[in-house]
């Protein structure tokens, strides 16, 4: 299946389950590239917060619509926040489908993933009951959460009406009129709120891997 046909029909199921009913994606996904070893933790400039940066308390819903701080999500342990596109965007639900299958090695190291889009809560739920996510699915409509990360990505005029003409249309999975989500990002975050690593990338398709991301993680441990 290429990604425009999957792309197509993840579009339609996700119109036909407006209210966040379980759905089933296709099981091929287009391929994510890992991020090239030489650019792994880095940023895109002007995107990301710099190691070492704290970040401030603020509170956005979860995909269940309930209030959640990012002081409560710290509080638990270390935390891997990553910032995707949408439940729009076949990248990403691939990314998606790669951190639950490896749930398992993220528990082990004390270290939970947190979601977080710019979609509003009802299309977050969707990715959770996809995949029965085990950790945190955020909704950051309002973009406060993508803010004080600093990964707000605004969709340039000219390219609105393309991704309406494949069936995106962003208003209506943020319920804002913004057109703006993430450049999809990766950041570990102590239980101080300090981040410890970070990386970003303009191109969607390629993305630091589980396997680069559990090194990322144990190599911070190691010191």
């Known amino acids: 299946m290429n990604t425009l046909k999957y792309l197509c029909l993840t579009l339609l199921l996700c119109s036909l389950n407006a209210v966040a009913a379980p759905i089933s994606l296709p099981t091929e996904l287009p391929e994510l590239s890992a991020t090239k070893p030489s650019k792994l933790g880095t940023h895109e400039v002007g995107v990301g917060v710099a190691n070492g940066s704290k970040i401030k308390n603020f509170t956005i819903k979860s995909h269940q ?16 926040v990553v910032f995707y596109r949408g439940g729009w965007c076949p990248y990403c639900n691939m990314q ?21 889009s710019a979609d509003k809560p ?23 959460a993508h803010k004080a990360f600093n990964v707000v990505f605004k969709l340039p005029d000219e390219l609105v009406k393309t991704y309406q003409d494949y069936g995106i249309v962003l208003k209506d999975w943020s319920g804002k009129k913004h057109n703006k989500f993430a450049v999809a990002s ?9 981040v410890k690593w970070g990386h970003s990338s303009n191109d969607y398709k390629t993305r630091p891997s589980v396997e680069q991301l559990i090194k990322a993680i144990d190599q911070l441990k190691a010191r």
Do not use: C, H
């Not at 619509?65 to 891997?80: A, E, H, V, Y």
């Not at 990715?127 to 406060?144: M, N, R, W």
């Open 65 to 80: 619509g309930r209030l959640t701080s990012f002081n409560d999500l710290i509080k638990q342990g270390d935390i891997m």
């Open 96 to 116: 998606i489908r790669q951190l639950t299958e490896a749930w398992p090695e993220f528990k082990r190291r004390g270290i939970t993933p947190v979601l977080i």
């Open 122 to 144: 009802d299309a977050s739920m969707m990715a959770q009951k996809t995949y029965d996510i085990p950790f945190p699915v955020l909704s950051d409509p309002k973009l406060t």
């Open 186 to 194: 990766a950041f570990i975050v102590d239980k101080n709120g300090v």
